[in-house]
Structure formats: C-alpha cells, structure tokens
C-alpha cells in the first residue's frame, strides 16, 4: 500500500507564514485533502481538491501540489492554528481504493 | 445541523468483540459514502474502513481486514462496525467521517468532510 510522509512537527512565529507538506505517490494521481486536529477534538477538513476551503475555514489557509508533494500553507499563522495537521489520499496502488493518512505534523506557533 | 454522533465503544478483553454504530442527522446520509478512522492513544490518525452510499463496495485496512465489518442501514440513517478478535493494538478512539470528492480535468479529489465526536475502544484483560 501506499504511504504519505509528512515532518513531525514544524513551528512558526506569530504572523508568519509556514508550510506543512505531504509527499507519496498516490499524489500524483489525487489531491490530498488537509485536516486540523486539536487536543481531545475530532479532526476538522481545512483543504481539498486544488485548493477548496470548507465553509468557516479563513482564508490564511491554502493548498497546493506539484508531482508526489502536496502543501498545506498558512499565510499569517495565529496562536489557534496550533494544532496536529493530517494529509489524506486515496491509494490504488492496491486491488482496492483505499484511504491513507500521513503520519501527522505538529504545528506549533511561537 | 448536520451530524454524526458515534456510541457503542467500551471496555473488552482481547479476543472479543464490539459493535460501534454512528447515527447521521442533517443530511441525506444514503446519498453518502462513508469511513472509520481510528486514533491510537498518542498516535496519529488510522483509516479503517469505507463503504460506498448502496453499501455495495466496501475496503478494509489490512490491519482489520477479516476480523471487522463494516455495514450501513439507510433506513435508519446509520452506519456500523463489527469488531471481532479484538488485539490490544485496536484501542483507540474510533470516529466515523463522512466522505465526498470529485474530479478536475487532471485529477481525482476525495475528501471527509464531516466526523463525529468519536466513541472509544479499549482492548485490555
């Protein structure tokens, strides 16, 4: 099957920019779609598609992808932006159309 | 509002079983696909299972496959997940998403754009 792999953790000063990114093959045929999980909370959909934000989610938030690497950028960073940042895909690389998930970025913001 | 809301998690002995169910209100729920993801304690996210809205196409993560079994009732606007041979390594925190996607002219997109509050399973004697 086929994996995402994403840094540990990643930090940013107040007000800045940062980039979160995600590389695995099924990239190159699907776009990943970005969640933002904070602590004792269920995970929340901030990215999908090209660069689609669900309804509530600011406008600091944006995706791209270029080859086998998807990016999560944050543009202006806020103390509530701290939190764990998951990619997901699907995988044909398999009999099946599984679902995966990377192994997670913390993002902490200084 | 739209909503998922996950029950049935618990305490169990190693080699037993449970089963979670997710009731859906808000929205169409047999027009939807739907997923169990699953949240180690410490760990990152997990899928587990997909089932597509007739409930004809279902996937499995190896890690479960042949031990759980995942099913819906449209009727009853629920989805469930029959966990049998449960192994330590199955605690966690199991939430149900629901899932969309759709296509540009290059690629495919998918997506989950709902999830419950989750329900948690603990494996231990």
């Known amino acids: 099957s086929s994996e995402l792999t994403q840094d540990p953790a990643v930090s940013v000063a107040l007000g800045q920019t940062v980039r979160i990114t995600c590389q695995g093959d099924s990239l190159r045929s699907y776009y990943a779609s970005w969640y933002q999980q904070k602590p004792g909370q269920a995970p929340v959909l901030v990215i999908y598609g090209k660069n689609n934000r669900p309804s509530g989610i600011p406008d600091r938030f944006s995706g791209s992808s270029s080859g086998n690497t998807a990016s999560l950028t944050i543009t202006g960073a806020q103390a509530e932006d701290e939190a764990d940042y998951y990619c997901n895909s699907r995988d044909s690389s398999g009999n099946h159309l599984d679902w995966v998930f990377g192994g997670g970025t913390k993002l902490t913001v200084l | 509002e739209v909503q998922l809301v996950e029950s049935g998690g618990g305490l169990v002995q190693p080699g037993g079983s449970l089963r979670l169910s997710c009731a859906a209100s808000g929205f169409t729920f047999s027009s939807y696909e739907m997923n169990w993801v699953r949240q180690a304690p410490g760990k990152g996210l997990e899928w587990v299972s997909y089932?597509?809205?007739?409930?004809?196409?279902?996937y499995y993560a190896d890690s479960v496959k042949g031990r759980f079994t995942i099913s819906r009732d449209n009727a009853k606007n629920s989805l469930y997940l029959q966990m049998n041979s449960l192994r330590a390594e199955d605690t966690a925190v199991y939430y149900c998403?629901?899932?969309?996607?759709?296509?540009?002219?290059?690629?495919?997109?998918?997506?989950?754009?709902?999830w419950g509050k989750g329900t948690t399973v603990t494996v231990s004697s």
């Open positions: 089932i597509s809205s007739s409930g004809s196409t279902i």
């Open positions: 998403a629901r899932a969309g996607g759709g296509q540009t002219l290059y690629y495919y997109y998918y997506y989950m754009d709902v």
